[in-house]
Every structure is written in C-alpha cells, then in structure tokens.
C-alpha cells in the first residue's frame, strides 16, 4: 500500500507552528532572580501574560515578604514551590490581587513553609472590569524578611515560660528551630511526685508538633506518655526532625476527684486545676558530623538538581520538536 505523503507547503505550515510552540516553552523555563532587599525595577508583564521570578529562602524562622509596586496596569501576585514552578491564578499557590500594588507576607509557620527556592508570578490582568483595561502591567518587585508573628507565645531558644494547668485543658506555645544540625530538648518542670507535694502535685501531658499549631493528645506529635519522662528530645538524626516552627502544648491531664480514692495516687483534678509550671526549650548545636537537611524539591532548591531538571525538559522538547520534524517530512 502506498504510504501518502503531506504536501511539502503543508509540511512547512505544520512546522512553523510547532516547532515555535517547543521554543517557547524551553524558554518558559527561565525565571528572573531576585535577591533580598534589592528592588528590581522597570518590570513587564503583558497584558493577560505573567512574568516569572525566583528566590532562595534559608531562613526558616523569618516570614517571608514580597511586594510588587505598580507603576502602570493591574498586576497580580501569586507564589508558589516546587513542583510548580509557574504559579497561576487558577493554581494551588499563595496569592494576592488587591488593586493596585501588591503586599503579600507568607508565615514561616504556615505548614506549607520550608526553606528553599519560592516561585513568584506576576499576572498582568486585563479586561473591561478595570480601570487600566488592556494595559501591560509595570511594577518593580522587592522581596525581605520580617519577623515572625503568631497567637502562640514563643519561647526563645534556651528560654523559659511560666503557666498554670487548667482541668482537661491545653496552654499553648511555639518555638523555632533555624538549623537541622542541632538538638532540642523541651522539658515541662513541675511538682510530680507526691511525697514532695501532697497536696499540690500533677501529672500534666506535653505534647510537640511540626504542622499541627493546636496539638491535642490524640494527634501524630511527640508526647511524653509517662509521668517519670519530663522532657521531649529531637535528635538532628531524627527523621522527622527539620528546621522551622514547632508547636507545644501543655494538657492539664488528671483524673476525676470521685474517681480518685487514694489521692496520693492518682493525680486528681482537684489539684491540677492552677497547678503551676515551666516550658523550657534547650538547643545544641552539633558541629561534628552533620550534614544540613535540604528540602527535597523537584527542580528546585538544590542548584545542580535544578539544573539538571531543566537540561532534561530541554532536550525532551528539542526530541519532541525533531520527532516532529522528522514525521511531517514522511
């Protein structure tokens, strides 16, 4: 059977409209850098289009700030992290789209926060439901950190808080971790043994988390699940354990007074209610033998990965746009 040939103006029309679409997207790939505290200035989005950045964030205890100042046009803010290097409107990202300029603050202590690479968009909106209309959008962008801000009380590394217990009750409180080489104790003092305090003695919970900000004693945390235990330790060689946010919380954990016949026994609620007690929070630095946790990124974070990913999604689309050439030409 003989094979049928495109017409070679056809073949050429085929051609120059895919092979166009494979340059774009290669060079989609590229983002503008930018570094703290320096403004990038005199930025273009066109209109209905986005402009790309990136930044490297090391620090997880600071939250992160970005603003996009508009010169002309309507632009819009959304950032995201690896996998999606090119956040969107219609993506899971962070976002802001007030009129105007734009000021958005992402928390070091929202779950979704690690140290690495963020990925910033800027949208030019256009329509006839804006004053700009169809303008391309102008606006210099400028990222820092600032401090962290939470309902929680923070205690400082080697710090401590005072508090007292309430019945079947949590207190709450954060601490942060900048750097995985360490080690953290978090100890709850307090008055546990009976013969010491006979009337005045409790046996309340601690509870630590790395996601939850209101850890309860049912939750995926450190706990201590004993009375003689009195300190919660995460070791640098800990899996679980990264830099950033975690979460206490002091449960005032006791049993009911009329269930309670020995009183030296059994904790009774009747002396846990305004029992007193300290959280301290205790970091060791580990110098020797420890290697930095990275977040683990796809084509993000790490350089060389990064690299690596986008001379991978290069010669797929150079492969993609030969195959294409080559089948139009059959």
Same mark, same amino acid.
């Given at each position: 059977?003989?094979?049928?040939?495109?017409?070679? !103006?056809?073949?050429? +029309?085929?051609?120059?409209?895919?092979?166009?679409? &494979?340059?774009?997207?290669?060079?989609?790939?590229?983002?503008?850098?930018?570094?703290?505290?320096?403004?990038? +200035? /005199?930025?273009?989005?066109? &209109? *209905?289009?986005?402009? $790309?950045?990136?930044?490297?964030?090391?620090?997880?205890?600071?939250?992160?700030?970005?603003? %996009?100042?508009? !010169?002309?046009?309507?632009? *819009?803010?959304?950032?995201?992290?690896?996998?999606?290097? $090119?956040?969107?409107?219609?993506?899971?990202?962070?976002?802001?789209?007030?009129?105007?300029?734009?000021?958005?603050?992402?928390?070091?202590?929202?779950?979704? #926060?690690?140290?690495?690479? #963020?990925? !910033?968009? %800027?949208?030019?909106?256009?329509?006839?439901? %804006?004053?700009?209309?169809?303008?391309?959008?102008? #606006?210099?962008?400028?990222?820092?950190?600032?401090?962290?801000?939470?309902?929680?009380?923070?205690?400082?590394?080697?710090?401590?808080?005072?508090?007292?217990?309430?019945? /079947?009750?949590?207190?709450?409180?954060?601490?942060?971790?900048?750097?995985?080489?360490? /080690? =953290?104790? %978090?100890?709850?003092? *307090?008055?546990?043994?009976?013969?010491?305090?006979?009337?005045?003695?409790?046996?309340?919970?601690? =509870?630590? @988390?790395?996601?939850?900000?209101?850890?309860?004693?049912?939750?995926?945390?450190?706990?201590?699940?004993?009375?003689?235990?009195?300190?919660?330790?995460?070791?640098? @060689?800990?899996?679980?354990?990264?830099?950033?946010? $975690?979460?206490?919380?002091?449960?005032?954990?006791?049993?009911?007074?009329?269930?309670?016949?020995?009183?030296?026994?059994?904790?009774?609620?009747?002396?846990?209610?305004?029992?007193?007690?300290?959280?301290?929070?205790?970091?060791?630095? +580990?110098?020797?033998? &420890? +290697?930095?946790?990275?977040?683990?990124?796809?084509?993000?974070? /790490?350089?060389? #990965?990064? *690299?690596?990913?986008?001379?991978?999604?290069?010669?797929?689309?150079?492969?993609?746009?030969?195959?294409?050439?080559?089948?139009?030409? &059959?």
């Amino acid at each position: 059977m003989e094979t049928k040939r495109l017409p070679p !103006i056809l073949s050429f +029309v085929l051609v120059a409209a895919l092979v166009p679409s &494979c340059i774009r997207l290669t060079e989609a790939q590229q983002h503008n850098e930018l570094t703290f505290g320096q403004r990038l +200035v /005199n930025q273009i989005a066109k &209109c *209905n289009e986005y402009a $790309y950045y990136k930044i490297d964030v090391s620090e997880p205890c600071q939250d992160l700030r970005i603003q %996009v100042d508009v !010169i002309e046009g309507e632009p *819009n803010l959304y950032v995201s992290k690896s996998p999606n290097l $090119y956040p969107t409107y219609s993506s899971l990202a962070w976002s802001s789209y007030d009129w105007g300029s734009e000021d958005l603050v992402i928390s070091s202590w929202d779950p979704e #926060f690690t140290a690495g690479t #963020f990925y !910033i968009g %800027v949208h030019a909106y256009c329509g006839d439901d %804006v004053d700009t209309g169809y303008t391309d959008a102008r #606006f210099s962008v400028y990222v820092t950190t600032v401090p962290s801000v939470h309902p929680h009380s923070e205690i400082s590394l080697n710090g401590t808080l005072p508090g007292t217990l309430s019945v /079947n009750g949590y207190n709450y409180y954060r601490f942060c971790v900048p750097s995985s080489c360490s /080690n =953290i104790e %978090v100890l709850l003092t *307090n008055c546990v043994d009976p013969k010491a305090c006979p009337t005045d003695y409790a046996w309340p919970e601690l =509870i630590v @988390s790395r996601s939850i900000e209101q850890p309860s004693i049912s939750d995926h945390s450190w706990k201590l699940a004993s009375v003689e235990r009195r300190s919660i330790s995460l070791r640098y @060689s800990d899996p679980d354990f990264f830099p950033g946010h $975690y979460f206490v919380a002091i449960y005032g954990w006791c049993t009911p007074t009329e269930n309670c016949p020995d009183l030296s026994s059994c904790g009774p609620c009747t002396y846990a209610q305004n029992h007193p007690y300290t959280v301290s929070v205790f970091i060791e630095e +580990v110098n020797e033998g &420890c +290697v930095p946790k990275q977040p683990l990124e796809l084509c993000g974070g /790490n350089q060389g #990965f990064h *690299n690596q990913c986008n001379s991978i999604v290069l010669l797929v689309m150079l492969s993609f746009c030969s195959i294409v050439v080559i089948l139009l030409s &059959c």
